[in-house]
Each structure stands twice: as C-alpha cells, then as structure tokens.
C-alpha cells in the first residue's frame, strides 16, 4: 500500500493549521480536485463521517470517512469507512494522520502521514507516479489557506 509521510516547518500558528485541516465543509473551497464535501453524521463535537467527493477530467468518485479530533493535542485522524451513495468508491483503504506542534507563536511542524490503496490497481500504478505532484499541490493549497485566514485576522 502507498504510504508518504513528511513533516514540515511553516510560518502560522499551530492553532491556525489546526484550523484550516479541520474545517473539512471548507475543503471544495480551495483544494484541488475536491468537488464536494458534507458532513453525514456526528457523533460527537469531535469525531463525524464526512463524505467527500474527488473529481478529475470529468470522473467524479464518493467515500465516506471517519474525523476524529483531536483540539488540545492538534491532531486530526481520518480513516475512510465506507464509499458514498452505494458505490464501490476509488479506495479499498485511505488514511491520514495531522499532527501540528508550535516551534514558537507564530510558527509550527506539521506532520502529516497518508497510506492509501484504490480498488484498481492500475490506479495504484499511475498514483505512485503522480503522488508527489499531488502531495506537492495539496500541501500548498493548505499553506495558502492559512496565509488567506492569517491575512484576514
């Protein structure tokens, strides 16, 4: 199975980062590829499943994953559970771990952990190839997510 970890230093607040990963209703906003994105259940203030949906050269796919928050620690889990509406979905398994530990007020770490399988294996070939291209884009969107809400603050 796929699997990427890495960790990174960035200019905002650890609360900041903490923020921006866990407001995942913001996610069709400004990540890419990211075309949908709802909230199916709650089971708590920190823990739901959110169903989202990827698109990318007219294929759009759904699954469903469990948020597990954690705010005092500033880490966020999220494990697929199952595919949206019925489908098969593009995963046989998909999850990601966020870590954010202040270095000083207005900077911290991110640690950021992936491991992933689609159902195709084909799509687990190109993916391989493609991932640190993607990783590279999504990573950045985050980034300048936060330094939107930083400037607004």
């Known amino acids: 199975m796929p699997s990427h970890r890495e960790s ?11 923020a921006v990963v866990a407001d995942v209703e913001k996610y069709p906003q400004f990540l890419p590829w ?22 990318f050269a007219g294929v759009s796919e759904r699954y469903i994953s469990r948020v ?11 494990v697929k559970t199952e595919s949206g509406s019925g489908r098969r979905g593009p995963f046989r398994q ?25 159902r195709n ?14 990783m590279m884009q999504m990573a950045g969107a985050f980034e300048a997510r936060a330094r939107t809400l930083k400037a607004e603050r």
């Not at 990174?8 to 903490?18: H, S």
């Not at 994105?37 to 949906?53: G, K, P, Q, W, Y």
């Not at 597990?68 to 966020?76: C, F, K, S």
Request: with cysteine; glycine share 4%.
């Open 121 to 134: 294996p084909l799509l687990n070939a190109v993916a391989g190839r493609a991932f640190q291209t993607v």
């Open 8 to 18: 990174r230093t960035l200019p905002y607040a650890a609360d900041l980062m903490y």
């Open 34 to 55: 990211v075309t949908g994105l709802r909230i199916v259940r709650r089971l708590s203030d920190t823990e739901f499943d959110a169903e989202m949906r990827v698109g």
């Open 94 to 118: 998909l999850e990601n771990h966020w870590r954010f530990t202040a270095k000083n007020e207005t900077s911290c770490e991110v640690a950021f952990a992936i491991a992933f399988e689609f």
């Open 68 to 78: 597990t928050l954690d705010p005092a620690a500033h880490i966020i889990d999220v």
